[in-house]
């Protein structure tokens, strides 16, 4: 039927289906930003305002839709500077997100700036709860929501004429945030600036800017360390199409995937007759239509340190959602509709649920096939992925001179990545017959590499082009949904998109390996440990993904934090040994932390308990065996990703400074072991507690991990950064073409980034490890270092043609303000320098090409603090604040570092309190959607605060270290500690739900 829309007061007449939404009905009309995240009206990425009011467009029939008025963000505002055309810019709702640092991945954006513009249209001035509350059903996996709350604040305040729009950050007020080097003083908490704070301007820059003790290296940069606006800024508070699905193409067909109703079985026979009949269906494909190649899914370099286990598709399924047919047809509908019309008939097998009987004698066994692919120690026989044996010195030997031995076992689950923008792909043959993929996807460049064999193309005839990519965390990592689009175009001939639903995120799609941990540890009377021992049953689901690898760095972490005091700090005693075995379960993988928050809850609960049973104190017991600088990570001689190890000394550590901050800021030594603290006045059934965990990451993988970078340099004056990195919303377009900026003495308007494209862009293995600002970086800093030499030895030269002063050699010459300076003043303009080098004498063009490897993999440390209440009636618990300080190196952007903080804090909340995906014993999945699985949202948000203490990293040049993954790691045991303290729960497994808590008190109860 044909409808009328009027959208930002434009009339579209559409042909709608009867039970069209009106999120398709709008996409087709190209408003691309209105997003899907889900088809349920739970995740809100898809809103946009009808008659002034916030409605979700995916659960919106186009049909009401007729005769209202629809409103996107694409009506709001857009950029200052269109050429010769005049506009009133941005929206102050716009500016204030793009300036605060309130967009990270930007897919939620479009939509959290409909629902305060409608906020602040019925209240120009609302308080931080009503904010709060109007945001409430939008989720955001990114931020934490402290940026896009202070970034609606401070619009408000503009519109009401009580700010100015573009003050965010004064000098002044930047002062305020960055702590010269230590003088034994403890700078103003968060609270104590808060309340001597006046402006608008003021209270939002306290709230979005973190405390940054600098470090004295820092003191003459212009760009690094700033909290510049991050470079895609302006083209997502616009909802500009600028995501994989934001893409038109003629003649697009729309894949589906039958997924498997079993656990385990095998396909005795299929027949696609009937669906390949239907009317718009222009191709299924079983197993026995495309080749059978081995593969890994494992976004990783080569050779993948995994078993290749997986094929597109099978004549066996090992989980309920696992492939069993590709469709691809002219509507989603129509797929729909014929994968139904697919029959299989199925010889169903025993199914291991329980990781716990994987390695059981006569266990079924999951992986049969003779392709099968070992790698290390892993044995489809025995259902074993893989398996770690690591000792370093004698734990036994360890435990023998301990005064006592502490051996507990704890257990972590099985968590979603729940990036907002599903995963998405879209495949089509170029004007040269060669396959682009365009995808959402952290590893563009292992896209390519991996799909090849599968595609049975040459990498050559292959390009992956990453646009911007809805949030990540590890679930991207993962070379996952990009065949199943390329076999369809190579079927067809046509360009196909596959875009997950949600639910198939749920079942399908990658998640955290759940583990069950026993930790064993030898502790004499005076809190020095003398042994310490893990061991870790990790279940990998049904292909072995990450296995190895994340298993590895559960280890290889945490594992490597508490090396003992005395004598064992020169020689610690430490096991660790993992078993990660096959279930049929569906795949773990990567997920934001790689392994190292399945090992932080097991070992920080673990070291809480010892103190507490010896009566140290728990603070003291953890420095007195913490790790230190200039010793040796003692991971280094043993392990390393399955390839060579190499020994590593950690050449920085800010732990214990670390610990003075974050102690201050949220009251510790107020609140530890003070009785009338823990109560609640006038309410008996409440009790608070505070907690800590001390957690160490790693920066990249050494002697493995590469990044590349281009740079151009143009006639104006201006650079194109071309870089292989992924930015996956961290921001890292943003802080390499800072780096880039310092280098060459130019502000960061003048760097044009493009990430990344196999085709142009230099090589990079992708987001992950928490690799891209030191990696990549470096890579960045060594091509602009190769342009700077050129635009010196020019200037020199043009300086010396000009006259006017002594000689010029190009080694004096100072890059500063986009300017080329001799020591006597004398200089020319970038804009010079570009236009004399492409048109006027000896042109060149000025361009540098660089790349980097590291032999070393430098860990960030951090202490985390967790403030909870508990309801002892109940089990309750409500997180009160949570205060992270972190030694992540230098801070190269304080916006988008803290923001990293803030996020990953506010995921690891989840794996804290809530976050869990639980299997029947079928094997098929209770939790199918954001209805069952609850991910926080604005208004439920504790008070969070990040410090960042600086310390400089001499291994990079400007002495970065990594920050995006360990706010995943100390959430969880430091809320589980402060829960002990609150109520005497003694909690082995997270999340902490109301049930585990209620009978960890009645444990309690009936041990006292
Ligand atoms: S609420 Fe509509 S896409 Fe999620
Ligand atoms: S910025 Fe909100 S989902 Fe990424």
Redesign the pocket.
């Known amino acids: 039927m044909k409808i009328e829309l009027s959208v930002n007061g434009s009339l579209h007449s559409i042909e709608s289906a009867p039970g069209d939404s009106l999120?398709n009905a709008l996409r087709s009309e190209g408003y691309y930003s209105v997003?899907?995240?889900?088809?349920?009206?739970?995740?809100?990425?898809?809103?946009v305002l009808i008659d002034g009011r916030p409605v979700?467009?995916?659960?919106h029939l186009a049909a009401q839709a007729e005769g209202h008025h629809i409103q996107t963000v694409e009506e709001m505002g857009m950029h200052p500077e269109l050429g010769w055309k005049t506009n009133a810019g941005l929206h102050p709702l716009q500016q204030a997100f793009a300036e605060s640092g309130a967009i990270q991945c930007g897919y939620c954006t479009p939509a959290m700036l409909l629902a305060s513009k409608q906020l602040i249209e019925r209240n120009p001035n609302p308080s931080e709860a009503e904010v709060r509350e109007a945001l409430s059903g939008v989720l955001c996996r990114c931020t934490g929501y402290v940026k896009p709350v202070q970034a609606i604040l401070h619009a408000a305040a503009v519109m009401r004429g009580e700010a100015a729009p573009g003050d965010m950050f004064t000098p002044s007020e930047l002062e305020r945030f960055f702590i010269p080097p230590t003088t034994g003083d403890l700078p103003p908490t968060k609270d104590e600036n808060l309340s001597s704070s006046g402006t608008p301007a003021q209270q939002v820059a306290i709230q979005v800017l973190p405390k940054v003790l600098i470090a004295p290296q820092t003191e003459t940069w212009k760009s690094v360390g700033r909290p510049e606006v991050k470079v895609d800024a302006v083209k997502l508070v616009q909802g500009k199409p600028a995501f994989a699905a934001d893409f038109e193409r003629r003649g697009l067909l729309h894949a589906k995937v039958l997924k498997s109703p079993h656990a385990h079985a095998r396909i005795k026979r299929i027949d696609a007759s009937l669906a390949r009949e239907l009317p718009g269906v222009a191709a299924v494909l079983t197993h026995k239509d495309i080749p059978r190649v081995v593969y890994s899914t494992a976004g990783q370099s080569d050779p993948i340190p995994g078993p290749l286990d997986m094929f597109s598709l099978d004549n066996k399924v090992r989980f309920v959602g696992d492939r069993v047919a590709f469709v691809a047809a002219e509507t989603p509908e129509i797929a729909e509709q014929a994968l139904k019309l697919i029959d299989v008939e199925y010889e169903v097998l025993p199914a291991i649920i329980d990781s716990r009987q994987a390695l059981n004698p006569g266990a079924v066994r999951i992986h049969d096939e003779p392709e099968y692919v070992n790698f290390a120690e892993s044995d489809p026989g025995r259902n074993l992925a893989a398996h770690i044996h690591i000792d370093i010195g004698d734990v036994e030997k360890g435990f023998a001179e301990a005064d006592q031995i502490f051996e507990f076992e704890y257990s972590v689950p099985k968590v979603q990545q729940v990036s907002i923008e599903p995963h998405v792909v879209i495949t089509y043959w170029d004007e040269d017959d060669r396959l682009v993929i365009r995808t959402s996807t952290q590893v563009p460049f292992h896209v390519r590499r991996q799909m090849a064999p599968v595609l049975g193309l040459p990498i050559k005839r292959i390009r992956v082009v990453k646009p911007r990519i809805g949030g990540g965390f590890g679930g991207k990592q993962e070379v996952m949904i990009e065949d199943v689009a390329a076999h369809l175009t190579i079927a067809t001939g046509r360009p196909v998109i596959y875009e997950y639903t949600?639910e198939e995120e749920f079942i399908a799609a990658r998640s955290r390996h759940p583990m069950r941990v026993r930790m064993k540890t030898g502790v004499k009377k005076d809190g020095t440990i003398t042994a310490n021992a893990m061991y870790a049953l990790s279940d990998t689901g049904a292909y072995g993904c990450h296995a190895l690898t994340v298993a590895g760095n559960t280890g290889h972490k945490s594992m490597a934090l508490y090396v003992g005091d005395g004598a064992y700090r020169l020689k610690p005693n430490i096991q660790f040994i993992t078993d990660v075995v096959y279930t049929n379960t569906p795949p773990s993988g990567a997920f934001r932390g790689y392994g190292v928050p399945q090992g932080f809850w097991p070992v920080e609960r673990h070291m809480e308990r010892i103190a507490r049973a010896l009566g140290l104190d728990p603070i003291e017991f953890r420095l007195k065996n913490a790790l230190r600088q200039g010793e040796l990570q003692p991971f280094s001689t043993a392990w390393s990703e399955g390839r060579e190890p190499s020994p590593e000394t950690i050449m920085t550590n800010g732990l214990e400074e670390c610990v003075r901050q974050g102690r201050a800021a949220i009251g510790w030594d107020q609140k530890f072991g003070q009785a009338a603290w823990h109560e609640v006045p006038g309410a008996a059934h409440l009790r608070k507690g505070i907690g800590i965990a001390m957690v160490m990451q790693g920066t990249a993988i050494p002697y493995l991990d590469m990044g590349g970078a281009s740079i151009k340099m143009n006639e104006d004056g201006s650079f194109n950064l071309l870089i292989g990195a992924t930015d996956l919303g961290t921001g890292s377009d943003t802080v390499l073409a800072q780096m880039a900026a310092e280098v060459l003495g130019t502000s960061l308007d003048n760097l044009i980034v493009y990430s990344s494209d196999t085709d142009f862009t230099p090589f990079d293995k992708g987001a992950y490890a928490s690799s891209t600002t030191y990696i990549s970086g470096a890579a960045v800093v060594n091509a602009a270092d190769k342009v700077a030499e050129r635009i010196r030895s020019r200037a020199a030269h043009m300086l010396n043609k000009r006259g006017g002063g002594p000689e010029v050699n190009p080694g004096e010459i100072h890059l500063e303000d986009a300017r080329a300076m001799a020591l006597d003043g004398r200089s020319v303009t970038f804009a010079e320098i570009g236009h004399d080098s492409l048109h006027h004498e000896q042109q060149e063009q000025i361009m540098g090409v660089g790349s980097y490897v590291s032999p070393v993999a430098p860990p960030p440390f951090a202490a985390q603090f967790a403030e909870v209440t508990v309801d002892i009636e109940t089990g309750m618990v409500v997180v009160d604040k949570l205060v992270m300080a972190v030694d992540s190196g230098i801070i190269v952007n304080p916006l988008t570092a803290s923001g990293q903080i803030e996020g990953g804090m506010t995921q690891a909340l989840g794996y804290a309190v809530c976050e869990e995906m639980l299997y029947d014993g079928q094997g098929r999945a209770r939790e199918r959607g954001?209805r069952d699985y609850h991910i926080f949202a604005a208004h439920e948000m504790p008070d969070l605060e990040t410090i960042f203490v600086e310390t400089f990293e001499p291994s990079h040049p400007f002495g970065v270290k990594a920050v995006a993954e360990i706010p995943m790691d100390g959430v969880a045991p430091a809320v589980g500690n402060a829960i002990l303290d609150a109520c005497g729960a003694d909690l082995a497994e997270n999340p902490a739900t109301p049930e585990r808590v209620w009978r960890a008190m009645e444990d309690q109860t009936s041990m006292a």
């Open positions: 999120l997003k899907h995240g889900c088809e349920t009206g739970e995740c809100g990425a898809c809103a979700n467009s995916c659960v949600r954001l």
